[in-house]
């Protein structure tokens, strides 16, 4: 794969958080920057996302091992509940499965994907990896869902197959759409679910899986990670638009990720 550069600035400042008990705690000489030239993409007032990277300059090494952020509706400017959780106070509940850390990347293990009470026939080759080979990550700063060749077309046949009888599919850009509403036309529509190790599932609603693109427009929240390569044809990041509605916890010490599906307005009582 070829490498493509980026350029920003560096520093440290003090910075202060929200602390449980409605107080604030600073911490001093904290290492941040922030690029504005990521490969092929320039922009000279901002660019990226604040990183929440395992490397060992980034923000969640710096403040501890635990972190975790809680996530409503992405679309939704009005919704003041989305929180992240640095160190002290993460709420560690939920289903967990194993987390790996390779790269600076958060891996894991996904075993298989449903589409209501259908499971889908993928390869379970699919699946495996070896050494330090990245099959399957999860990230937060990526807004939809990439998966491999095989995971992807399971899943897409799986959606035509219940859609296309009453709504036509076309592609915009490479994201598969639909004409219509997702209130009006997905009525129920069946949740996807992805099975990880240890049986812990992450369940995606409709919402999250097939969203709003224009008033008119519906498309999946889902692409074909080899569109960027076939070196990614093997693949798969779970993007944010599948972790609405869950409070997401890391604990990199103990290599575990929980998965807690609630309110995330909950999480301050």
């Known amino acids: 794969m070829k490498r493509l550069p980026s350029a920003g600035v560096i520093a440290t400042e003090q910075l202060i958080f929200g602390s449980p008990d409605e107080g604030t705690n600073a911490v001093n000489n904290v290492l941040f920057g922030c690029s504005h030239r990521n490969g092929n993409y320039e922009d000279r007032r901002f660019t990226g996302v604040f990183g929440l990277g395992s490397g060992i300059t980034s923000v969640v090494n710096q403040m501890g091992s635990k972190f975790s952020y809680c996530i409503s509706n992405i679309a939704d400017p009005d919704y003041s509940y989305n929180q992240l959780v640095l160190s002290e106070g993460v709420s560690m509940e939920g289903y967990s499965t194993p987390l790996d850390l390779v790269d600076g990347h958060y891996q894991v293990i996904l075993e298989g994907i449903s589409v209501g009470e259908t499971r889908l026939v993928i390869d ?13 990550i999860i990230d937060s700063g990526t807004a939809p869902t990439w998966l491999a060749d095989n995971e992807y077309r399971a899943l897409e046949r799986e959606i035509r197959d219940l859609l296309d009888r009453f709504l036509t599919p076309f592609m915009r850009g490479s994201f598969l759409c639909y004409k219509g ?28 899986m097939l969203y709003q693109a224009t008033p008119n427009i519906f498309c999946m929240a889902v692409r074909q990670a080899s569109v960027h390569g076939k070196d990614l044809k093997d693949f798969s990041v779970i993007g944010l638009m599948a972790q609405q509605y869950y409070n997401v916890a890391y604990d990199l010490n103990k290599h575990k990720l929980l998965f807690q599906r609630i309110d995330c307005e909950l999480l301050d009582e």
């Open 181 to 208: 509403k997702v209130s009006r036309d997905l009525v129920g529509f069946p949740a996807v679910t992805f099975h990880f190790a240890e049986g812990a599932d992450l369940v995606v609603d409709t919402e999250s």
């Open 124 to 136: 379970p080759g699919a699946f495996k990896r070896t050494g330090k080979e990245r099959r399957v």
